[in-house]
């Protein structure tokens, strides 16, 4: 996904599995819904742990973003740490 102009505002859905799920499988988990992606972005980075973590993902009305990808929205929004294991 394009990020250079990435809108914060816009409302995203994160995914998540609590176990490792068999390659490709992608329904089924976890999901909470956020107004604002900014939000979604923070849960992940500092509510979701271990393997709910390394599984999440956001979904938009245009795209999905990865995990790699949450994380640089994550550091661009001033917060480059993520929470302690």
Known sequence: MDLTDFDY???ANVLWFTS???PGQTT????RHFSQVTDSIRFVMEQLHGVDHAT?????????LTLTEIELLYSRLGRG?????
Not at 28 to 31: I, Q
Not at 56 to 64: F, K, P, Y
Not at 81 to 85: G, L, M, N, Q, W
């Open 9 to 11: 505002s816009q409302p």
């Open 20 to 22: 490792i799920p068999p």
């Open 28 to 31: 089924g988990g976890e999901s």
């Open 56 to 64: 999440a993902s956001i979904t938009l009305e245009n795209g999905s």
């Open 81 to 85: 740490k993520r929470h302690p294991e």
